[in-house]
């Protein structure tokens, strides 16, 4: 089946989109991006990722928005036409094309906006099983973190280095041996008496929008959560780790710099985690994630 896309406000097959190459999303990253999980056909958090999307834009002075209702029937309609059980949609907004390259950008652009969408197994993978492995690498992207910005390079080097080095993911480390976050996810710990800990939202970090779920799911049972930033070294000496993200939900971390966490397994703490972020997308734990024992 030919993969539906949708640019500038029309449905068109995927590998038909065409953009200039004048686009400021090409020239200059001039533009940011969401990516919103789909699981048993439904978005998780279509809400809070359009606010996030809003916010990137208002961050970066855009003074146009896309129109939101219309950003929300895309959503689903993409996920219908490409019969999206488990994936996600992904959606770009940049700040469009112009005649030549200006550094100055126009006050009222014309937007870019490019939704596609995308099948792919969210609970059931390799990393939600066994967990992944983590090598921590220097921080060395721009000072605006929490604006979701196509300006990647960072983070793909840091993801591409990790596989170099046989590992599956990469943790950003920041000039003062703390971590920020994971390469596209937000980073956790769980120490040895049993605290979750993960650094508070800042402009250094992602207000992830799977972060925010967790403090709902978790905060309705009681379970405190400590926002507090931690270093590598502490993170090494965790009892457990994870990562939270749209694309990995909720990762279990098994070793970070070849230095194994606990026995090398995912533990309890995060298995609990995993449990209650898939029942509260819908997913019937027995069946989607039968390794975390019903
Ligand atoms: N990335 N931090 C960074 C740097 C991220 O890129 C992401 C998500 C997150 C987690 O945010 P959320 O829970 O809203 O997905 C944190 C997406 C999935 C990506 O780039 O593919």
Do not use: C
């Amino acid at each position: 089946m030919t993969r539906q896309a949708w640019l500038n406000g029309v449905f068109i097959a995927a590998d038909e989109a065409r953009i200039s190459p004048f686009d400021r999303g090409f020239l200059f990253a001039d533009g940011v991006y969401e990516v919103t999980a789909v699981y048993g056909g439904q978005l998780i958090d279509l809400e809070r990722h359009l606010d996030r999307l809003e916010r990137s834009l208002r961050e970066l002075k855009f003074g146009t928005m896309p129109d939101r209702k219309e950003l929300e029937e895309v959503h689903r309609k993409l996920v219908e036409q490409n019969g999206i059980e488990e994936g996600y949609i992904y959606l770009q907004v940049t700040r469009g094309a112009y005649a030549g390259r200006d550094f100055v950008a126009p006050d009222k652009p014309r937007l870019t906006t490019f939704l596609f969408g995308e099948k792919r197994a969210l609970i059931d993978t390799p990393a939600a099983r066994n967990g992944s492995k983590i090598v921590a690498l220097p921080d060395i992207r721009w000072a605006r973190r929490d604006i979701k910005s196509v300006g990647l390079l960072a983070q793909a080097l840091a993801k591409t280095e990790a596989k170099a080095r046989g590992a599956d993911d990469a943790w950003l480390v920041a000039p003062d041996g703390h971590v920020t976050e994971g390469a596209s996810s937000n980073a956790w710990i769980v120490t040895k008496d049993g605290q979750i800990i993960t650094r508070a939202i800042s402009n250094m970090i992602l207000a992830g929008v799977t972060r925010h779920a967790l403090f709902d799911s978790l905060g309705q049972r009681g379970v405190k959560i400590i926002e507090r930033s931690f270093t590598l070294e502490e993170a090494k000496e965790a009892a457990e780790a994870f990562t939270t993200a749209a694309t990995g939900l909720v990762t279990p971390v098994v070793s970070i710099d070849g230095v194994a966490l606990s026995d090398g397994k995912p533990g309890p703490v995060t298995r609990r985690v995993q449990k209650l972020y898939y029942t509260a997308i819908g997913a019937d734990v027995a069946k989607a994630a039968p390794w975390l024992g019903g």
